[in-house]
């Protein structure tokens, strides 16, 4: 079945970097955009950006897009976000999500089908 | 302050129908078909109920529907379900920024 495994807690210090890992299985890994959202405790979502894996290609939220970086290792069906700076309000459960088909002049609509679990990123001292 | 407006909470009692809103502007919810509603349940990932406005993926009950009109998209739950009682959020692409927005998610009580 279609499933993305995300990385286990993680706990950083303020002005360090995590990295949260999503390997996909079930699919074909190329053929999907990838997706991060964010939850901080007690709040609703927040959109990162998404991944191209086929071509390695983002497009981050404006807010995102100096402190979060998005790569892919398609030998390994894996796709990683990496959040430097970190500080206090980052604190949250970070989510993968399975996008469109990465199809060249298909219509997309931007969904979110296929989620990962979450991944809790912690930021304390 | 969330980008799409929803009512922060709503409730119905079982068997009735109800209909949450999210409002955006003629840059998202009004400008395409990109909206999506999601189902969370508390400690859970979202679930995607509705993409492209109205349509259902395999395997959400039929009981979900939705709609648009203008810069106001609704999704309407008929039947409801004890189950049905989760937070509820809205999603959709903007032009304005090349971005996804969501909106700030209602919480469903079910009486």
């Known amino acids: 079945q279609v499933q993305l495994v995300q990385s286990g807690a993680e706990v950083g210090k303020p002005g360090a970097s995590v990295t949260v890992s999503c390997k996909a299985s079930?699919?074909?890994?190329?053929?999907?955009?990838i997706h991060w959202v964010r939850q901080a405790p007690g709040q609703g979502l927040e959109w990162l950006g998404w991944i191209n894996p086929n071509s390695g290609g983002t497009n981050y939220a404006q807010k995102f897009q100096f402190w979060v970086t998005m790569t892919r290792d398609t030998t390994i069906n894996t796709v990683y976000m990496d959040v430097s700076r970190l500080k206090s309000d980052d604190s949250a459960v970070y989510y993968c999500a399975r996008g469109d088909l990465v199809a060249p002049g298909a219509i997309r609509h931007y969904y979110m089908d296929v989620w990962g679990k979450g991944t809790t990123v912690t930021v304390a001292s | 302050q969330s980008a799409l407006t929803q009512p922060a909470s709503v409730s119905g009692s079982p068997g009735q129908s109800v209909t949450i809103s999210c409002s955006g502007t003629s840059s998202d919810v009004g400008h395409d078909n990109s909206v999506s509603w999601f189902q969370q349940q508390p400690g859970k990932a979202p679930k995607l109920m509705i993409y492209g406005v109205s349509h259902r993926p395999s395997g959400v009950s039929d009981r979900f529907s939705g709609s648009k009109s203008g810069n106001t998209a609704s999704l309407t739950i008929s039947g409801l379900q004890d189950e049905d009682e989760a937070h509820y959020y809205c999603s959709s692409y903007t032009i304005r920024t090349t971005s996804i927005l969501f909106g700030g998610g209602t919480k469903l009580t079910v009486l």
């Open positions: 079930g699919y074909t890994f190329i053929d999907y955009y």
